[in-house]
């Protein structure tokens, strides 16, 4: 819940200002890459933390304390957790050094402000509570990635550190080909957190709501690193992209899963496993577009302002987006509506959630597709664990952008089962009622690659380079080439202000769009009974019989129910299929559908109905 769900609860369901009926995109040209010369841009490292959490190793202060930073596209300020009034920490035992910053044992530490303590509500539920630091900062998981570099892609490394070196220096930063060094950032040092228990890195454009905390003139340049990057010469925007993944690029995912290497089993790691960022779990890149990090045409838009609700100020600086028609897909490439053909909202892209935010109406439609059960108690979906094997996706579209989420990257394990010892896992969708908008997290990223473009507010969005989805990476028309191969790869290129290489334009028609926040509401609301089931205390999951779930015929028909049409989902084996049935043009309206039992019941009171007027006819 939000600090301040109390005022969303004032606001009506959000909406865009424009119709969406009259609501339509106008194509721009195709931005493509132009020759500035020979260009290096510092390549970070991401690593996957113990609650799931995408970081950054950063070193903070002299000497240096290592702090594990997640990656917030949200939020423009970065802090960490402060460790000063950690009894544990303060006697130099059972403290965590990764998870806690102590001031008083940096030399190079100074107080931003003495007297001043920020409290700090954000958008999207998350609030922090501290001081301001100023103090020398590390990246030391740095590799330098040439524009002039192309490799071949049959035998490209993702996780291939550049060795050309580069060193450039100013009064506040130094760079070289294997580490970013700052002498001078601002960050806060926080003593209290709501919604995420983390040191974060921000990531975010500048935010004017006045007189808000979190409003820009409350912060001076010295806490936006992007911009002393900038400032530096070492990038020509504020800007980047990042490309996430589950785990290690190997050998076996560059081929389609094909490879007998012995060491494909112990070459992929898990976040559970390891945290160690050679492990490559993504790749933060300042300044500029590596297209081997994605697949298809890149598309840009110009980021949505997000309304405040106290005081109807709108800014702008958030990755905020027009998400269109969400749809399932089948693994031979049929495609299901689960929202409406007209459907569009604005969605946050978010780096420090790790599940996504949509309306409960589309969820429920998802859920009906696979066959999950709402457990009150829990407030949570949960579904059979064996349904990640199905190679089903989630389509997200943004005009004529789709974006395919596998379903396995929705699935997460619980400790439960179902009576015939089927572990059941959690489902990664939530109902937007929670924080008031909709929002695109960890889960969907892994499957998009994002750059954004901080001076100019846009955002671009593509399809990630996925193993899982076994998609390859492939130059795109008008990307330039190097060399005269069909296997090269096109040119790293420098994001500019209003300009991202390679990427269409979608220019909205209008210029008064942005996205209002809902009330806020702690628990799903409206789920049908038929679509709920109860847990347990030994964990054992029971549900209710439902007609749109069968695994028992090898062939499947279409359903004679209010649904409009359906495809089959099959398993790897080949010989089992799940019905699925499409929402069509239904945005909340829940089917129901009876089958067995209760099927036979309602055939037999039917019966019973029509008898008795018969005999009262006679």
């Known amino acids: 819940m939000p600090v301040h769900s109390l005022t969303l609860s004032l606001w009506c369901c959000f909406s865009v200002l424009s119709l969406t009926n009259a609501f339509s995109f106008h194509n721009g040209k195709v931005l493509q890459g132009k020759n500035y010369g020979i260009k290096e841009f510092p390549s970070i490292l991401v ?12 070193s903070i202060g002299t ?3 290592i702090q594990q930073l997640v990656l917030n596209t949200a939020s423009p300020y970065s802090w960490v957790l402060s460790g000063s009034n950690d009894t544990q920490c303060h006697n130099h035992s059972l403290c965590n050094s990764d998870s806690f910053y102590l001031q008083e044992r ?9 007297y001043r303590s920020y409290t700090l509500e954000f958008i999207d539920g998350i609030a922090i509570k501290g001081t301001a630091v100023n103090d020398a900062v590390v990246f030391p998981n740095v590799s330098v990635i040439s524009s002039s570099s192309s490799t071949d892609s049959s035998k490209k490394d993702l996780m291939t550190t ?7 220096s100013t009064g506040n930063i130094t760079y070289t080909s294997d580490e970013l060094a700052l002498s001078n950032l601002s960050f806060i040092n926080v003593n209290r957190t709501k919604n995420l228990q983390s040191g974060v890195l921000g990531l975010g454009g500048y935010i004017t709501f006045p007189n808000s905390p979190i409003d820009q003139s409350n912060f001076d340049s010295s806490f936006y690193f992007i911009s002393d990057m900038l400032e530096a010469n070492i990038i020509e925007s504020s800007s980047y992209s990042l490309w996430l993944n589950s785990g290690r690029i190997t050998e076996e995912d560059d081929n389609d899963g094909t490879s007998s290497s012995s060491s494909s089993s112990s070459s992929s790691s898990s976040p559970s496993s390891s945290n160690s ?25 110009n980021m949505i302002p997000f309304m405040d609700p106290t005081t109807g100020v709108a800014s702008t600086g958030y990755p905020i987006v027009p998400m269109g028609p969400i749809y399932m897909v089948s693994k031979n490439g049929e495609r299901l509506n689960m929202t409406s053909e007209q459907h569009f909202e604005p969605v946050l892209i978010d780096s420090s959630f790790i599940g996504n935010y949509l309306p409960v109406s589309t969820i429920i439609q998802i859920a009906i597709q696979i066959g999950a059960t709402y457990v009150e108690s829990l407030d949570r979906w949960l579904v059979p664990c064996y349904l990640q094997s199905y190679g089903a996706n989630i389509e997200f579209t943004f005009d004529n952008l789709q974006i395919q989420v596998p379903l396995s990257d929705l699935l997460t394990n619980s400790s439960m089962h179902y009576p015939d010892k089927q572990p059941a896992c959690f489902l990664k969708l939530y109902a937007n009622s929670y924080i008031g908008f909709n929002i695109l997290g960890q889960s969907f990223l892994r499957s998009a690659y994002m750059a954004v473009d901080l001076d100019g507010n846009t955002v671009g969005l593509a399809q990630a380079f996925s193993s899982k989805l076994r998609i390859k990476a492939k130059a795109q028309a008008g990307q330039q080439q190097v060399g005269s191969s069909s296997s ?7 994001i500019k202000s209003g300009y991202i290489p390679y990427a269409y334009h979608k220019i909205y028609n209008s210029t008064s769009l942005a996205l209002y926040p809902s009330s806020v509401s702690r628990f799903m609301s409206n789920i049908p009974g038929q679509y709920s089931a109860s847990v347990f205390s030994n964990g054992i999951i029971t549900r209710p019989m439902r007609s749109f779930y069968d695994t028992s015929r090898s062939t499947t028909t279409k359903s004679s129910s209010i649904f409009s049409s359906s495809l089959a989902l099959v398993l790897p084996s080949g010989n089992m299929t799940t019905t699925m049935y499409a929402a069509g043009k239904r945005e909340y309206h829940v089917p129901t559908v009876y ?4 099927q036979q019941l309602y055939i037999l009171l039917g019966m019973l109905t029509l008898f008795v007027a018969f005999n009262t006819a006679l």
């Open 47 to 58: 690593g996957i933390n113990d609650y799931n959490d995408y970081y950054v190793n950063v």
């Open 106 to 114: 940096s030399s190079t530490a100074t107080n931003y402000d003495l």
């Open 162 to 168: 550049y060795k050309k070196t580069l060193f450039n």
């Open 488 to 494: 090269s790869i096109p040119t790293l290129a420098a």
């Open 277 to 301: 960022l050679t492990d490559g779990f993504g790749r933060l890149l300042f300044g500029a577009i590596d297209p081997s990090l994605y697949t298809g045409q890149m598309y840009q838009f």
């Open 63 to 65: 000497p240096g304390q």
């Open 595 to 598: 089958k067995g039992i209760n």
